[in-house]
């Protein structure tokens, strides 16, 4: 079990939209983690490759290329 202290103003949005959606607070707290975990997951990834391919002078290719290559111009 977990307690978090939320500013008033946020706490009475949450409770605001789980009333008009009936839906738990709970479910919407676990979602925004849920979303902000995988948003923090996805920038480290990008991070780490941005970081190797500096490392590795890798220019990586165009859009132009992307499309190209994976025939999106279609």
């Not at 490759?49 to 290329?65: H, N, P, T, V, Y």
């Amino acid at each position: 079990m977990l307690t978090v202290d939320l500013p008033k103003k946020l706490e009475s949005l949450l409770s605001e939209l789980a009333l008009k959606t009936h839906k738990s607070e709970s479910y919407y707290i676990r979602l925004a983690i849920e979303s902000f975990l995988e948003d923090q997951k996805d920038y480290l990834v990008a991070s780490q490759r941005l970081e190797e391919m500096e490392a590795e002078e890798d220019d990586g290719i165009s859009f132009e290329e992307v499309v190209k290559k994976y025939k999106l111009d279609d």
